[in-house]
């Protein structure tokens, strides 16, 4: 055991820039914030703010789903204070999931500021294509 993360902590540094510390490589590859997953009450309370809501019905381990984060955080940025973004893990919640008809992982549904579907999407989406439907619903 001591043996794997001596290893793991010599390959972690070996890829380190040199001149560089530990915490600066960190800082610079570290993501944005996360974006944060929804309780099914929270969901129910984020729906009737009053505000565009995009969220994605995933799972933490789903690999599709960790792929679309920056996608997310990238919206969220955009968005600012406008409208929300969220993750709802289905795997935790799937009453919710049944409830909203999500099939697969991961699924993105944008609410309008009435918390009506506008769109929705399975699987991955790319930024630009995202980024144009949202404009086109009116969202961003």
């Known amino acids: 055991m001591i043996r794997i993360v001596l290893t793991a902590v010599s390959v972690t540094l070996a890829m380190m820039v040199p001149g560089q510390a530990l915490s ?20 129910t309370a984020t729906l009737q703010e009053g505000k565009p809501v995009v969220m994605e019905f995933g799972g933490e381990t789903c690999i599709p789903c960790r792929q679309m984060q920056p996608v997310l955080q990238e919206i969220r940025a955009e968005l ?24 697969a992982m991961p699924t993105q549904i944008v609410f309008d500021a009435k918390g009506t579907e506008v769109f929705r999407h399975i699987g991955l989406i790319p930024l630009p294509e995202f980024r144009k439907v949202l404009k ?4 961003l």
């Open 136 to 139: 086109e619903k009116g969202i």
């Open 80 to 103: 600012g204070k406008k409208g929300r973004v969220h993750n709802f893990w289905i795997q935790t919640h799937p009453e919710v999931a049944r409830q909203f008809k999500v099939m």
């Open 24 to 43: 600066e490589t960190a800082v610079k590859s570290a993501d944005p914030v996360p974006i944060v997953a929804l309780s099914p009450a929270e969901l």
